[in-house]
């Protein structure tokens, strides 16, 4: 049977299962909501960072009017920045409690304010709903949620590439040529194995430092054990088989065998797996900045988000923690359907 044959059944099969295939669902609009986060958020500013503490702790649905003032701002930063990351504001907004226009002229009142303030000149006065209310600083809850979603997927990318490089890399070595390289390989791969993958994320990212990258890497320096262990044992299975034995024969160069003729039989438990490992990526990087030691504000994350707001549990604000924790319980669940569903999928014996 051909590789687009079972493709094409591993398809079907995940069509079948309604569970994966609505997790798959999801997943996709996540990522597109990852990617056009800037675009999504009400607030458009870097990390979606506008702060206005008056506004603090907002219930959803809470509509403020703003009045808009012009303030000029050199931004030097590219239009990819800007679309990627976000534009600086050239404008200043002051959330209003109530307001009288006269021709050019709005007298207003600050919200939580008892000062009049006049304003004459250019201005203009928009109305702005919080769908998911605002944080204790002040800042568009729905925004933040939106950005957090692009960390968890860059964490979950970065981090499940460099597990697949180095465990793809070592599992092919050690199952192919085996005797003394096996057996170096897989002390070495027994070694981290017996380290709790906490700690050892801990551990490398307080060497590498705090930072944006560096718990990428760091997570992603402790995944590849199962993935190199999970390759091995496919390798030692499939050396064996007619084709390998063939190329063997005709002289084939043990990198064409290794990386042409094998490394596609294993690509299958291999997506299986990078499946589990981007919802393990995900659960260890909120971890990590429910700890401090994640990504550092003002980058919105869905743990540092939980990790601001826990207190707030036992009181009427729960929904500021338990709206983040649901969106992690949720995107590490489809991923863990999707990996079984996979696994399904990829099954032969069926």
């Not at 997943?27 to 056009?36: A, D, E, L, T």
């Not at 219930?59 to 030097?76: A, Q």
């Not at 928009?126 to 204790?136: A, C, H, N, P, S």
């Not at 990386?259 to 919802?279: K, R, Y």
Request: aromatic letters at 14%.
């Amino acid at each position: 049977m051909s590789e687009h044959s079972l493709n094409t059944i591993a398809w079907n099969k995940l069509k079948k299962n309604k569970l994966a295939f609505f997790s798959l669902i999801f997943i996709m609009f996540c990522f597109f909501v990852s990617v056009f986060a800037v675009f999504l958020s009400p607030d458009r500013t870097p990390m979606a960072n506008e702060m206005h503490i008056e506004l603090s702790k907002l219930k959803p649905l809470t509509k403020i009017d703003f009045l808009h003032l012009n303030m000029p701002v050199e931004d030097e930063s590219s239009l990819f920045s800007k679309w990627f990351i976000g534009k600086i504001s050239d404008e200043k907004r002051i959330p209003l409690s109530s307001y009288t226009e006269f021709q050019d002229t709005v007298r207003y009142f600050s919200y939580q304010s008892t000062i009049e303030e006049v304003h004459i000149g250019k201005y203009q006065i928009t109305e702005q709903i919080f769908w998911l209310g605002t944080d204790i600083y002040g800042r568009d809850m729905l925004s933040r949620m939106i950005h957090g979603t692009r960390i968890s997927f860059s964490v979950g990318i970065i981090a499940v590439f460099i597990s697949l490089i180095i465990g793809i890399t070592l599992g092919l070595l050690a199952g192919y040529y085996r005797g003394f390289i096996d057996s170096v390989i897989m002390w070495f791969v027994n070694v981290i194995w017996s380290i709790p993958t906490l700690l050892m994320v801990i551990a490398i990212s307080l060497a590498l430092g705090k930072g944006f990258w560096q718990v990428f890497v760091a997570i992603g320096l402790t995944m590849w054990v199962e993935v190199a262990r999970i390759v091995r044992g496919q390798v030692l299975y499939i050396r064996e088989l007619e084709f390998v034995q063939a190329g063997k024969v005709l002289a084939y160069k043990p990198f064409r065998i290794i990386f042409i003729h094998i490394l596609p039989n294993v690509l299958g438990p291999v997506i299986v797996i990078s499946a589990a490992n981007f919802a393990s990526a995900i659960l260890i990087e909120s971890g990590l900045s429910f700890l401090g030691l994640g990504t550092q504000p003002p980058i919105a994350s869905w743990g540092s988000m939980v990790k601001e707001h826990y207190f707030y549990i036992i009181m009427d604000k729960a929904y500021l923690a338990v709206i983040p924790g649901l969106a992690i319980m949720f995107l590490v669940l489809s991923f863990m359907l999707l990996g079984n569903g996979l696994r399904d999928a990829f099954d032969v014996r069926d």
